[in-house]
């Protein structure tokens, strides 16, 4: 199975400041037929289902707002909020959906806050 | 809109059995690959089972494999996993969640419900 780990495993970022996760995969989620990183982010907030952000390891989902970026490439992906606000308080997780036969597996979880 | 609404969830016992139920609506349900994702109390994000359009590719999780079951009734717009021989481990929050790509799996998930709780204890 593919091990996603994620750091650091909290996070406490004054507003305003950038916030940056990092996710790291056992094996490389690129896939050489379509030069695609098979990688997601998600954010979860408290009672609520995880929210897809970016999908194709940079690709961010319709509505997500712009200060949300992903990068990376193999199996070091960033996800990167370019100036916090309040309401980005969140669990985020990385996702790799690569393996075949499906085995998908989530990162550990980077719990955000404010400082 | 795209709802998912699970169902199905409750209090049972070790070595039980259990149903779950997750209806459709707001998109061409055959069209999609489906899952179940599962949390327990406090913890991440386990992926536990995935289903693509027509029910030809079928994938669990390691922890499940040979106790549950995942289906989907097109006709009915509906996803259903049977999970079997339940262990207190199995106790969680599980999501029912759409693929975002059409047909296969190997996508990431776009939509998921507000999932339904499974405690397994005596």
């Known amino acids: 199975d593919i091990v996603m780990t994620q750091s650091p495993d909290s996070l406490a970022v004054s507003l305003g400041e950038r916030a940056t996760i990092n996710c790291k995969s056992s094996?490389?989620?690129?896939?050489?037929?379509?030069?695609?990183?098979?990688l997601a982010w998600y954010q979860q907030k408290p009672g609520q289902p995880p929210k897809l952000l970016i999908y194709w390891a940079s690709t961010r989902e319709s509505g997500v707002p712009d200060r949300f970026s992903g990068s990376g490439s193999g199996t070091d992906f960033t996800l990167t909020i370019s100036s916090l606000q309040a309401e980005d308080v969140a669990v985020y997780y990385c996702h790799q959906y690569y393996s075949t036969p499906p085995m998908y597996t989530f990162g550990q979880g980077t719990k955000l806050e404010i400082k | 809109e795209v709802q998912l609404v699970e169902s199905g969830g409750g209090l049972v016992q070790p070595g039980r059995s259990l149903r779950l139920s997750c209806a459709a609506s707001?998109?061409?349900?055959?069209?999609?690959?489906m899952n179940w994702v599962r949390q327990a109390p406090g913890k991440g994000l386990e992926w536990v089972s995935g289903i693509n359009w027509n029910s030809v590719n079928i994938a669990y999780a390691d922890s499940v494999k040979g106790r549950f079951t995942i289906s989907r009734d097109n006709a009915k717009n509906s996803l259903y996993l049977e999970m079997n021989s339940l262990k207190p481990e199995d106790t969680a929050l599980y999501y029912c969640?759409?693929?975002?790509?059409?047909?296969?799996?190997?996508?990431?998930?776009?939509?998921w419900g507000q999932g339904t709780l499974v405690t397994v204890s005596s």
């Open positions: 969640a759409k693929d975002r790509g059409l047909y296969g799996l190997g996508s990431p998930f776009d939509y």
């Open positions: 094996q490389s989620v690129l896939h050489s037929s379509n030069n695609k990183n098979y």
């Open positions: 707001g998109f061409t349900f055959d069209d999609y690959a």
